[in-house]
């Protein structure tokens, strides 16, 4: 007897129809092909990892059924504009400046102090529809994985970079017009990327793991989880191959989110009771109707039945959100059994128990749940190992804990902890040739103060003291400026906001990671020791002293704010200026948390330099930033720019 696998066609492609499961105001998308590939050579092939393949055909638009919600036809318009405003600019070609000729229902971020004012979206090509083709990839070799992550992180970062600088210029009430001020900048951002093909998985549908995405990654907007594939309904919590579009007529399901939307779902973790979609009044949130065993609902039940796996995203409530909400991937469940039952408000609800399946990384919500207890009472968690509250005894502003559960290992309570490098007497006192310098601002710094014009005339940090983009170097107020400490242009001199910990790893020797969850773009903190001139960094060399060479980091702050791919003309950051470095910083005796950052060719931390306290540009600051959303517990790495050796000799 044939399994029910056996006769299954999975040559399925999306449905016109969306039925949503009505979701905490967030909102998600599901249009746009595969972003192009930066080196074909070095591409893994994706046909060459997967299991199950089957036909691609051509497939119609997509467009809105009536039961469609009202974020869904919000994103459509926003999607429609961004259409007509990039079409506009194919046929342009007589403006010299496509940006300041181009018609009022078409503006764009032409005023972004970040863009050159003859900054242009690339065009892309006909847009394709969502693939019917579904694969499974088996298995990934090392590069493979670190390619796949860095494509995932790579949209990522255009997403955010768009993101904020949408809001920025929205608050200055520049640009983008026809979108409309105080409108959803996500919604703009994912419009502006369909167009250009920026849309990650949309050339097949990916069953079970998406390669470059980790259990317990997290994301803060829906419409971030479609871009990269995870999930590809807007408003729905069931992401599914309609049945409208298969050849046998069954649907699929993929994905699915839990945030506690509906009364009748029961959450353990493991085991999860997830109800089904439809029957709930949109407006009221209530029960209002029966549910039905079709669209999602059916395509949970057939993956039971074909044992497919399923991917489980949960959303939390999270104040530190921009959105208020955090979305957590928490791994592949099973679904094991599904019933039609009488749910709370009387109406019939199909529910589906789900299995998490084992052998995974530890679930990102459980995480979660867990770096809160550390942080409350880490004795009540940890029960064995060394472990001490604070190794930089008072001298950062948030505690430096250290745990070692792994063997007997105290190297980083035997040196002196310095939370802020020392400079060489003749550095400190510079600055910028001047007696005293700094900006005369009273209150907070604005964009024509003196400080702003050394960063080339624009802040680098968001209101919220995220990094916009990347720079050379980084001017922040200081010492010899006039504004109060709650300046927005006063960030990484502040220190640690974000408990970190070094803790003992059987991959990595020692490591750090941090309790709290780290937003991209956030600082993290700053490489201290012994800073030595160049002949003294020769001397020292020789004698075979840890020390950490600032230019040997790769450029890797460029990455971060960059939207080339949306922006033909956009070029990294040139100014400030910074010359070639010759410092090091000597960590053999003292030294901080940052010595213990493990190495990675696809870090999650880069290197930027900052100057506050001296205007010496010889001398920067080593200041971390993160380059994604860092969970709880989660390794920092970064690139060091050499081979692993020298970063062994570094934290032994």
């Not at 493979?144 to 920025?168: A, K, P």
């Not at 949970?300 to 399923?310: C, F, H, K, T």
């Not at 902890?417 to 040739?433: H, M, S, T």
């Not at 960063?455 to 990094?467: D, K, M, P, R």
């Amino acid at each position: 007897m044939a399994s029910p696998t056996s006769s299954l066609d999975l040559n399925l492609l999306p449905s016109p129809k969306i039925e949503p499961k009505s979701e905490p105001r967030e909102s998600n998308s599901y249009i746009g092909p595969i972003p192009q590939i930066p080196n074909p050579n070095s591409t893994p092939d994706l046909n060459s990892l997967c299991i199950v393949r089957f036909t691609d055909p051509n497939t119609p638009l997509l467009h809105l059924s009536p039961t469609a919600t009202d974020e869904e036809a919000l994103f459509l318009e926003f999607y429609r504009l961004a259409h007509l405003f990039m079409a506009s600019y194919a046929s342009s070609n007589s403006h010299p400046n496509p940006l300041a000729s181009a018609p009022p229902p078409s503006s764009s971020l032409s005023s972004s102090p970040s863009l050159s004012p003859s900054s242009t979206l690339i065009i892309s090509k006909k847009r394709k529809a969502r693939s019917a083709e579904m694969v499974r990839v088996s298995s990934l070799g090392e590069q493979d994985q670190i390619y796949f992550r860095d494509l995932v992180r790579r949209t990522r970062i255009t997403f955010e970079s768009l993101r904020v600088l949408i809001i920025r210029d929205e608050a200055k009430g520049e640009g983008l017009g026809a979108f409309g001020k105080r409108s959803r900048a996500d919604l703009k951002t994912a419009a502006l990327m369909t167009d250009r093909g920026l849309w990650l998985n949309r050339d097949k549908r990916i069953i079970g793991s998406i390669p470059g995405i980790f259990v317990g990654d997290v994301y803060f907007f829906r419409m971030e989880l479609c871009v990269i594939g995870l999930h590809g309904q807007v408003q729905a919590g069931i992401d599914y191959v309609p049945a409208s579009r298969s050849s046998n007529g069954e649907p699929i399901a993929t994905s699915i989110i839990v945030s506690g939307g509906y009364e009748d779902d029961d959450d353990g973790g493991d085991v999860l009771i997830y109800t089904g979609h439809g029957g709930r009044d949109r407006n009221l949130h209530k029960m209002c109707d029966a549910q039905k065993l079709e669209g999602g609902n059916l395509g949970l039940e057939r993956s039971m039945r074909y044992g497919i796996e399923v991917r489980v995203i949960r959303g939390v409530k999270f104040d530190q959100s921009p959105t208020g909400r955090l979305y957590v991937y928490d791994g592949l469940y099973k679904v094991v059994d599904c019933w039609l039952d009488t749910g709370k408000s009387g109406f019939g609800v199909y529910k589906y128990k789900l299995l998490r399946i084992e052998g995974q990384e530890e679930m990102g919500s459980a995480i979660l749940k867990m770096s809160l207890s550390l942080k409350i009472n880490p004795l009540s968690v940890r029960k064995n190992g060394l472990f001490c509250n604070d190794i930089s005894m008072g001298k950062e502003t948030v505690p430096v804990s250290l745990y070692n559960d792994l063997d007997d290992d105290q190297d980083p309570l035997q040196f002196e902890y310095l939370a802020r490098p020392i400079y060489p007497p003749d550095v400190q006192e510079k600055f910028n040739g001047e007696g005293n310098g700094g900006c005369e601002c009273r209150t907070n710094c604005s964009d024509n103060c003196y400080c702003a014009t050394l960063n080339g005339g624009e802040f680098a940090y968001g209101g919220s003291g995220v990094l916009l983009r990347g720079k050379p170097l980084i001017y922040e107020c200081g010492i010899a400026c006039q504004c109060p400490l709650s300046c927005p242009n006063r960030v990484s001199q502040k220190g640690l906001k974000h408990q970190l910990e070094v803790f003992r790893s059987n991959e990595t020797g020692w490591g750090v990671r941090s309790l709290d969850l780290i937003r991209a773009g956030s600082f993290i903190c700053e490489f201290s020791g012994i800073v030595l001139t160049k002949k003294q960094t020769e001397l020292l060399s020789q004698a075979g002293e840890s020390l950490v060479y600032p230019n040997r980091f790769p450029g890797r702050w460029a990455e971060w704010g960059d939207i080339s791919d949306v922006f033909s003309d956009y070029l990294p950051p040139k100014y400030p200026y910074l010359p070639d470095l010759s410092f090091s910083i000597d960590v053999s005796k003292a030294r901080n948390i940052a010595c213990y950052l493990s190495h990675s060719c696809s870090p999650n931390v880069f290197l930027q330099f900052v100057l506050y306290d001296h205007y010496n540009v010889s001398y920067p600051h080593l200041m971390i930033f993160a380059m994604e959303n860092i969970p709880p517990l989660r390794e920092l790495s970064i690139d060091y720019g050499v081979v692993e050796e020298w970063v062994g000799k570094l934290t032994l």
